[in-house]
């Protein structure tokens, strides 16, 4: 069943994933202006404007009109957005797969949350979404992207050499997958246990 208009996913803490509302452009604009998110997500344009924020807030939100939600914010307890998580552009209902992507704002780091964030994003993309894989590709000196795929059951599928350019050059591609187990209805990791 298909979770239409706004949904809310509780993350511990008070913490939270809801959709991108209006209000998100200028947290986006403080958030990715500096450029230290963009330096692992090539796709985030530098400099990052309040034009480039306005397309993309324009662009969630009309994508999710009258569909299920497919990316979040991750908020904080008073609703402040501190990154994001989802699906960009799925085809709900007609694709098998997703791509996930997220981040996460600096100061927010390394407290679990973005392992969280995916850890809470997961079952929706399998039950609410109906997808049997998600896939992930981090930069390879991403290290704190890679724990969050490794916390999370992401099993490694490969690395493409060369294949991403930042502003400091060419750099490998790590590929992870995550498959549901359609025998069980859950996850096939191994690390993770089956929901209620």
């Not at 069943?1 to 209000?23: C, D, K, P, T, W």
């Not at 609703?79 to 996930?100: C, P, Y």
């Not at 992930?136 to 992401?154: C, D, M, P, W, Y």
Request: hydrophobic residues 40%; contains cysteine.
């Amino acid at each position: 069943m298909l979770a239409l208009g706004r949904v809310r996913i509780e993350l511990s803490g008070g913490y939270h994933l809801s959709g991108v509302r209006e209000s998100d452009r200028e947290a986006h604009v403080r958030l990715l202006a500096d450029g230290a998110i963009a330096a692992f997500i090539p796709a985030i344009p530098q400099p990052y404007t309040e034009e480039s924020a306005d397309r993309w807030v324009r662009h969630r939100i009309e994508f999710t009109k009258g569909c299920v939600e497919i990316c979040f914010a991750i908020r904080d307890p008073e609703g402040r957005m501190l990154g994001s998580v989802g699906v960009d552009d799925l085809k709900v209902g007609k694709a098998h797969n997703g791509e996930l992507g997220y981040w996460l704002a600096p100061a927010a780091c390394g407290h679990g949350l973005a392992t969280e964030a995916v850890r809470a994003f997961i079952p929706y993309a399998f039950g609410e979404l109906g997808l049997e894989r998600l896939t992930a590709h981090t930069i390879h000196f991403n290290e704190r992207s890679i724990r969050v795929l490794q916390k999370n059951g992401f099993a490694p599928e490969g690395r493409l050499r060369r294949f991403t350019r930042t502003a400091t050059g060419l750099h490998d591609l790590l590929v992870f997958g995550l498959l549901r187990d359609p025998r069980v209805g859950t996850l096939d990791c191994g690390c993770l246990q089956p929901g209620p």
